[in-house]
Structure formats: C-alpha cells, structure tokens
C-alpha cells in the first residue's frame, strides 16, 4: 500500500487555462475527500465522494470547478477558467467508510499567473 | 457552523522539553471526534492522535497526548521529549459524527524545536 497519491505535485497555468488535478486513494478506502489549503489557513472543504457518488459540496465549489470519481478508485478535481485566485495546494484524503480517520496526500501547488 | 481556532500561531521549545499546543472549537454537536493532524514542511499531513468526544479518557500516541475538556470545547495537544523532527506546522481538526465525512481545520500552529 503506498498511501494517497496525487498528480501533479505542482502546476503553473496562466488565468483562463483548464486544469485537471487526479488524486488516487488507498485502494481499499471508499470515501475520498478534497480540499484547499490556501497560506497561512487550514485545509477548507471542497467535497466528497463516497465510491462514486459525490455526496457532499462545499459552497467553496464554485461552477468552475467539477470534480468526479466515475468507478470509485481515482478521482479527478478540474477547475475551469483558472482565476488567480484559485492558487492554493488542493489535497485529497481517503478513509474507509465506518473509520473517521482520513489519510492525505502530498497535494498539488497550483499556481495561476 | 463548526469552528475551530488555534491562538498560537508559532511556538517553538528545546529539544527534550515539553510543549503544548492549544485548540478550543465551537459546536452545537455532542457526538463527534478532534484530531490533531502534523504536516512537516513540504510533505504531507500525517494523523499525530485523535479523540472520541464520548470518550472522557484523554487519548495518548507515545510522546503525544491531549488535554480533552469537553464543557470548555477545549482540546489541547501535548508532546513530550520533543524531538527534531516534530517540527511541523500542527493542525487541529473536528468532525461531526453523525455525517462522519469533512474536517475543519484550524488555521494551524507552526512548532519548530531548537536543538
């Protein structure tokens, strides 16, 4: 088991690019989470999937942004119509539904000049 | 709302010393859990110790425990014979139990141990 993986690590865009972050959880776990993680600040919610569904999104979700999990493993966080104000880390957690504890990744660094 | 504040912004402690680390939440839930999450520069959060508020016994990970006062929503961090490499930026995290699913954090304490 190798723990949540997340890919890229960074990414540098210019403002009106699309960008697509994927994140991939321990694989047993079928509840996956992401957030943002601006400086300075704890990790804010974005949303989560349990296996596909994705119950749960934050008002922080705005329509640029649209996240999937299409068979339950890896999920996909794609923010449209980057803004600068979209840089942050995004992180992406796993847990085993009926465990509380959530396992992170190492985030990706977007940057939007 | 949940909310959860960290006041110390930075702290720092020798090497083999004591520090404590606080946290104090707001909820209106009776049934939920605090975590106390450690994310080493550039790498990622790793679970340092988590609590069951139905639980009164105070949790305890080796060097780690926390001070858990459920009437003052108060929930601090201790690390004994601290070491180097528990230099960290140190978060503290509340979940609701009864949806079991998003965090919030606080805003983070950065810890640096002084050899």
Not at chain 1, 53 to 80: N, V
Not at chain 2, 62 to 84: E, H, T
């Amino acid at each position: 088991d190798t723990g949540v993986s997340q890919d890229p690590r960074h990414k540098i865009t210019k403002r009106g690019q699309n960008v697509t972050f994927r994140c991939d959880p321990i694989s047993e776990h079928n509840r996956l989470y992401w957030y943002r993680q601006t400086l300075g600040q704890g990790p804010e919610f974005l949303t989560y999937f349990q296996n596909e569904a994705q119950l749960e999104k934050s008002r922080l979700l705005s329509d640029r942004f649209s996240a999937e999990r299409p068979k339950g493993s890896f999920s996909t966080l794609e923010i449209q119509r980057t803004e600068q104000g979209d840089s942050a880390m995004y992180l992406c957690a796993s847990s085993l539904q009926g465990t509380e504890t959530q396992y992170f990744g190492p985030g990706t660094r977007l940057l939007v000049l | 709302a949940q909310t959860v504040t960290q006041s110390q912004p930075e702290m720092s402690v020798q090497e083999a010393e004591t520090v404590t680390l606080s946290c104090t939440y707001d909820t209106s839930e009776s049934n939920y859990y605090l975590f106390w999450y450690k994310q080493p520069p550039s790498r990622q959060m790793i679970l340092v110790i988590r609590q069951e508020a139905y639980k009164q016994q105070n949790a305890t990970e080796n060097r780690f425990s926390v001070n858990f006062q459920k009437a003052a929503k108060s929930f601090s961090l201790k690390i004994s014979d601290s070491q180097l490499g528990d230099t960290a930026m140190y978060f503290c995290a509340f979940m609701k139990r009864s949806t079991g699913n998003q965090f919030y954090f606080g805003t983070g304490t950065s810890l640096t141990v002084i050899p």
